[in-house]
């Protein structure tokens, strides 16, 4: 039994590790001591398994386990930043501004209040990040006001809980920001990678709601005359709009030569900056120019897209990374608030005190990961869930089948930070070995996971919504109606569709990889056969010194000025036969000495191969004087060249 034990000591660890959450203890705590636990256990059994590496001097590794990977980790700072950003917006009253505009823009289509909470979900989704921020500020705004005018309740809870998660998924994502960490990879390239899905979970919302209001209308009716306080204006709106594209692609054009990247998103921006100046002109000076309601459309809508381009805009420009998006978010986000007045002290306690709290408890998560790591790692666990995972038939695809299959159901139990500290670092390295793309695979886990938050019965922005949605029959303070209380049923039915929509959504991007990947740089394809080598040209050669001395056509074949190898020029004695006499010497030579004694260019003497040790120059065809060599050969016939004894150096003359 003992044996069996310390063979198995890794899925061991793991089944304890479940049933410690599932009997509801804290999840940073059940990891921590979990780990320990079976740190012990695997000491005294590592003489009984050759797959435990477990000793006691290993613990040593756990401060530079906390200090290094988790302390100084700069991405991980990214998360309070952008949970201030979200809770300064929430607070801040941007929210009801958003949901009343958009609300009034689509009032009159069937289902326009709830393509406004889809789109005031996105942009909230975009600028907080915070899911529990965005239901409960919809929840409390949109709610009644859906409920009023006889939206079904399934479908208005549904819609606020979906729209609500999209902050999962849509950067600047904590989930986002989490996954990259856990995964290795970059977080400016997982919020790239995730962009594109997470536009296309929304128009799928959008999809949803509008195939309901044309096969049930009365599930979601448009608003009433009296209802649209802003009145009329879409013309305007659409002019304004097209004056926009219209700017944005000029200003592109100009700048498609002058910047190096960023040229679309620097006329985007200088077309929005164009229309928000003509709306404040208007407002102030109560100019024709534009319709009330597009005026106060634009004024409402521009701010927090300017803070989305200052945080997305610079990270995907290049800029800043992401924990400077996030500082820069802040900032936004505290100018904003004091903008609209709404800064104060009491605002500022209460976004540090919620920041405080979250920040630490995904710091001690991740504390209780990491010593759980160290005694699963040291069972060599991570091996048998790579071989578990790997061994799945179907390959790729299986696996990522499985894999989101596993993600799914634990979700029903844990949240996404569980599941990022607990499951993602046991799938990485699986994927990895397969060969699939792990931005790609952080996406699909990021889409799975967010239906962790709508899942019955612990979806946590269920608990969000039931906690600021109505328990007992109140009176409508507008109608003046008595209104029935929204019950727990009905909130978990209507998430259902929209957790199948999730679904939906996580086997697209399984099918269409394309819409994750076109992260990457695009590198152009260049066919083999058209590759051709050129060898650089040179004027007169490489440039290397002649071997005559200094004559004439060395110095033109002599750019780099180095000195003649000082042998005999062509035509004089000792020199090789069959050629014709070296012009006369360009530069100046010293009265009674020949011409090959000339100097070069650098003033350096030639080098004479044909000098004799002891400085002494051997008379014209005579071998050089080597006393400790053998006999010297006999000398050269007349006309040919003398000798050279390659045994000894040449000396400089």
């Not at 006889?150 to 904590?174: E, M, N």
Request: glycine share 10%; hydrophobic share 50%; proline share 9%.
């Amino acid at each position: 039994m003992i044996e069996f034990i310390a063979h198995n000591l890794a899925p061991i660890m793991f089944g304890s590790l479940v049933i410690f959450l599932l009997l509801g203890y804290p999840v940073a705590f059940s990891l921590a001591a979990n780990g320990l636990l079976f740190f012990i256990i695997g000491v005294e059994l590592a003489p009984l398994s050759p797959d435990i590496n477990l000793f006691w001097p290993l613990l040593g590794a756990l401060p530079d386990r906390f200090f290094g990977g988790v302390m100084a980790n700069e991405t991980l700072l990214a998360i309070p930043f952008f949970t201030f950003m979200g809770l300064i917006l929430e607070r801040s009253g941007m929210a009801e501004d958003l949901l009343d505009t958009i609300g009034q823009l689509f009032g009159p289509l069937r289902g326009g209040l709830a393509y406004a909470v889809i789109f005031v979900g996105a942009l909230l989704a975009a600028t907080t990040g915070v899911v529990a921020a965005s239901v409960i500020a919809m929840g409390l705004i949109s709610l009644p006001i859906m409920l009023r005018y006889g939206y079904d309740r399934q479908l208005a809870s549904g819609v606020i809980v979906a729209s609500g998660t999209l902050a999962q998924i849509i950067p600047p994502s904590l989930v986002l920001i989490v996954l990259a960490d856990q995964l290795g990879r970059s977080v400016g390239d997982m919020y790239s990678g995730a962009l594109v899905p997470a536009l296309v979970l929304t128009g799928l919302y959008v999809g949803y709601v509008f195939i309901l209001t044309m096969l049930r209308p009365n599930v979601a009716p448009a608003l009433p005359p009296e209802a649209r306080t802003l009145g009329r204006g879409v013309t305007s709106l659409a002019i304004a709009a097209a004056a926009a594209v219209v700017i944005a692609y000029a200003t592109t054009q100009y700048l498609e030569s002058r910047v190096a990247n960023g040229a679309g998103i620097w006329g985007a921006t200088v077309a929005v900056l164009v229309v928000y100046v003509v709306a404040i002109l208007n407002k102030a000076l109560k100019l024709p120019l534009m319709s009330y309601l597009t005026q106060q459309v634009i004024i409402v809508l521009i701010p927090p897209l300017a803070l989305i381009f200052l945080v997305l805009g610079t990270i995907f420009l290049g800029v800043a990374t992401p924990t400077e998006g996030g500082a820069m978010g802040a900032v936004g986000a505290l100018v904003l608030a004091f903008g609209k007045r709404k800064l104060n002290l009491s605002l500022m306690t209460q976004a540090m005190e919620s920041t405080t709290k979250l920040s630490a408890f995904v710091l001690f998560i991740l504390i209780g990961a990491r010593v759980f790591s160290l005694t699963f790692y040291g069972v060599n666990g991570h091996i048998w869930v790579e071989e578990l995972l790997t061994s799945v038939p179907g390959g790729e695809t299986g696996f990522l089948i499985v894999v989101n299959i596993l993600v799914f159901f634990l979700a029903f139990f844990l949240d996404f930070f569980e599941l990022a500290f607990i499951i993602v670092p046991l799938l990485a390295p699986a994927a990895d070995k397969l060969g699939i793309d792990l931005i790609w695979f952080g996406v699909l886990l990021g889409l799975n996971m967010q239906t962790s938050f709508m899942h019955p019965p612990f979806g946590f922005a269920l608990f969000y919504l039931r906690s600021v949605a109505a328990r007992v029959p109140y009176l409508d303070r507008i109608t003046g109606k008595r209104m029935e209380p929204i019950t727990t049923g009905q909130i978990y039915w209507g998430a259902v569709p929209f957790v199948c929509i999730q679904v939906l959504m996580v086997a697209l991007t399984i099918m269409f990889p394309q819409m994750v990947m076109r992260y990457k740089t695009e590198v152009p394809q260049m066919d083999p056969s058209e590759i051709r080598l050129q060898m650089p040209s040179f004027d007169g050669g490489l440039g290397l010194p002649p071997l005559g001395g200094a004559s004439g056509t060395g110095q033109q074949n002599n750019p780099l000025g180095l000195p003649p190898l000082g042998l005999p020029p062509i035509g004089e004695p000792g020199a090789p036969a069959g050629g014709q006499p070296a012009p006369a010497p360009s530069n100046t030579t010293t009265p009674g000495q020949p011409p090959s004694a000339a100097q070069p260019a650098f003033g350096l003497p030639p080098l004479d191969f044909n000098a004799a040790p002891g400085g002494q120059a051997p008379a014209t065809g005579a071998a050089p004087a080597n006393p400790a060599a053998e006999p010297a050969s006999p000398p050269a016939p007349a006309g040919q060249p003398a000798p050279v004894d390659l045994s000894q150096p040449p000396t400089i003359q």
